[in-house]
Structures are given as structure tokens and as C-alpha cells.
């Protein structure tokens, strides 16, 4: 079954550094997201894309967050200069048509 | 602003009974939800979906009802097995407008052997 897939599945930063998390979507997915979860809490949504652009972001996805489709097949979510509390599992996920969406494994961003 | 909510945190069963996890949300809007698994350190994997045009979907030993007046969906397992032992999160989505999807809070199962 095709998969979305991250790298890495772990990175540690440190505070103020820049990151850059990458995702490969199922291939012939339209839509993609990008969701968080710190520890403990719910899954969080950060960012929608389709079309080349955003379709819609949530109030944690601030000027530090962007993210670009930078050939056909990556998706990546770059935080400009990580905080502590950006320290969570990132998880991506693609769609096609049908609102079901297919995740990642996620990276575990650790921020120090 | 929780719009999707699982107020039981965790839930515990016995092999091979019912297991069933709930869901409300508060916003009309939604017309598709979702149920996903998630194991510690995984991803979200999708188990099933029902739209509001409908108020029940089976898939083998899961089954979701949907109740859309009284904004309440459930998810049904049985006979439950430990290796459905996991996080469950239920999801809506709001296709008009927006693309995301709002997660609920989720609810730990633990089928006990």
C-alpha cells in the first residue's frame, strides 16, 4: 500500500536554529497537510496545501513556519528559528479527492 | 476552541467484548468524520470513515454510528483484540472552505488479554 513518507524521524536542534522537516506524499495525492502533536496532547493542524499554494493555516503557523513543493514529488515544513515549544512529533499527511487522509510516521522535533 | 471532543481519556476492556469510544463536535459544518488509530511514536492510521448523509458504516469489527442531531458519533469494536490496543482519534472535516481536518482530543484503549 503506498505510504507518505518523513525524514528524519528524529532531529534535534537548537534553539534559534532552522529546520527543515521533508515529506514525500502518495503520488498521486492533491492535498497536504501538516499537523503537530506535543507530547500528551492532541493532534494538532498546522497548515493545508493545495494547487501550489496554502489553503489554510492555523494561528500556530506564524511567520517561523513556511512551507514549500519544491519538485513534484517533496513537501517540506521549515521553522525559521525553533523555540523550545516547537518541540513535538510533526506529522505530514496527503489526500486525494475523498476526505481521508494518509499519515506519515511524523519526526520527532526535539528543541534545546 | 474545541470543536471535536473525546471526553473519555481512556478506556478499558476486556478481550473479545465491545469496545466503544465517543466522539461529540459543535460545529454543524462538519459533513465528513474519521477515525484513526495511533500507536506511541507512529503516525495516525486511517480505520474508518462515515459521512453525514449517513448514520452507520461497518468495516469488519469496526462500525461507526453517527447521530447528527445530536452532533455525537461513536465507534464500535467487537470483539476487541489486545493488539487494538492503541490511541483512537476521531476527525471532522469541513471540505467546504477549508481542507483540515479537526482531531479530537483522543482515548486511550487498552483491551486487556
Known amino acids: 500500500e503506498p505510504e507518505v513518507t518523513q525524514t528524519p524521524s528524529h532531529q534535534v536542534t537548537q534553539m534559534g536554529q532552522e529546520v527543515i522537516l521533508r515529506c514525500v506524499p502518495i503520488?498521486?495525492?492533491?492535498?497536504f497537510y501538516w499537523y503537530r502533536q506535543i507530547l500528551g496532547q492532541k493532534v494538532e493542524f498546522l497548515v493545508s496545501f493545495y494547487n501550489n499554494e496554502i489553503s489554510e493555516k492555523s494561528e500556530i503557523f506564524d511567520d517561523q513556519f513556511s512551507v514549500e513543493r519544491p519538485d513534484g514529488s517533496n513537501f517540506t515544513l521549515k521553522i525559521r528559528s525553533t523555540k523550545l515549544e516547537d518541540s513535538a512529533m510533526y506529522f505530514c499527511?496527503?489526500?486525494?479527492?475523498?476526505?481521508?487522509?494518509?499519515f506519515g510516521q511524523g519526526t520527532r522535533l526535539t528543541v534545546v | 476552541d474545541q470543536q471535536v471532543k473525546q471526553n473519555s481519556p481512556s478506556l478499558s476492556v476486556q478481550e473479545g467484548r465491545i469496545s466503544i469510544l465517543n466522539c461529540d463536535y459543535t460545529?454543524?459544518?462538519?459533513?465528513?468524520f474519521l477515525w484513526y488509530k495511533k500507536y506511541p511514536a507512529e503516525g495516525p492510521t486511517f480505520l474508518i470513515s462515515i459521512s453525514s448523509i449517513k448514520d452507520k458504516n461497518e468495516d469488519g469489527r469496526f462500525t461507526v454510528f453517527l447521530n447528527k442531531s445530536a452532533k455525537h458519533l461513536s465507534l464500535h469494536i467487537v470483539p476487541s483484540q489486545p493488539g487494538d490496543s492503541a490511541v483512537y482519534f476521531c476527525?471532522?472535516?469541513?471540505?467546504?472552505?477549508?481542507?483540515?481536518?479537526?482531531f479530537g482530543t483522543g482515548t486511550r484503549l487498552k483491551v486487556l488479554a
Open positions: 503520488s498521486n495525492h492533491l492535498y
Open positions: 499527511a496527503s489526500g486525494d479527492q475523498s476526505p481521508r487522509a494518509f
Open positions: 476527525a471532522a472535516y469541513a471540505p467546504s472552505g477549508t481542507y483540515k481536518y479537526i
Open positions: 460545529n454543524s459544518m462538519f459533513d465528513y
